[in-house]
């Protein structure tokens, strides 16, 4: 087993106040099943690219395990990873630094997903904290894009700075995140 992610990542109350009105899990667990994802992405990739490879190099011996197979198709001489970058990551303007750990013991993965991962992905951490800032970015905006609009329809008065505009509207009466809503 490997722990990646250790090292943490720090949020701001706003956004899981942002987040929590639209998940109905923490950011921790949606975290993980982003993981789970980009593990078995990776691993998918690295079975399509490499198993004929391994088949050519290994002619009527049985396909072991996953646990076996991918480090193996890995150690191929002319098995070549592919190399995902990491995309830009988007610019989230907070009030003041985060400081909410949300990934206290990091995530743990088997060996070979992180076999896998690594012949996937330029960094799969970071393309990991990529996922989850670009989750809350997407959600800061459709946060204030829905009770920004009905702000104006209802006429109320509200602050211009995204962070004081979330704590604004979570104290609002009346205001439910997803889980209150059902």
């Not at 956004?15 to 109905?24: G, P, V």
């Amino acid at each position: 087993m490997k722990t990646i992610g250790t090292s943490g990542f720090l949020t701001s109350n706003e956004d899981d106040y942002a987040l929590a009105d639209f998940l109905l899990v923490a950011g921790k667990e949606w975290t993980q099943g982003a993981l789970d994802g980009m593990t078995n992405k990776a691993v998918k990739l690295v079975v399509q690219i490499g198993l004929p490879l391994w088949k050519e190099a290994h002619p009527g011996d049985p396909v072991p395990l996953l646990a076996e197979l991918i480090p193996a198709i890995i150690a191929l001489p002319n098995f070549k990873p592919n190399q995902i970058l990491t995309p830009s990551f988007p610019s989230i303007n907070h009030k003041f630094p985060p400081s909410v750990n949300d990934w206290t013991t990091g995530f743990e993965i088997e060996d070979y997903q992180d076999d896998a991962s690594k012949a996937i992905y330029e960094d799969p951490e970071e393309m990991l904290r990529w996922f989850f800032t670009n989750k809350i970015f997407n959600r800061r905006k459709a946060f204030v894009d829905k009770y920004e609009a009905q702000f104006l329809r209802d006429q109320v008065t509200f602050p211009s700075i995204e962070d004081d505009f979330i704590d604004f509207t979570i104290e609002y009466p009346g205001y439910q995140n997803r889980a209150q809503r059902g």
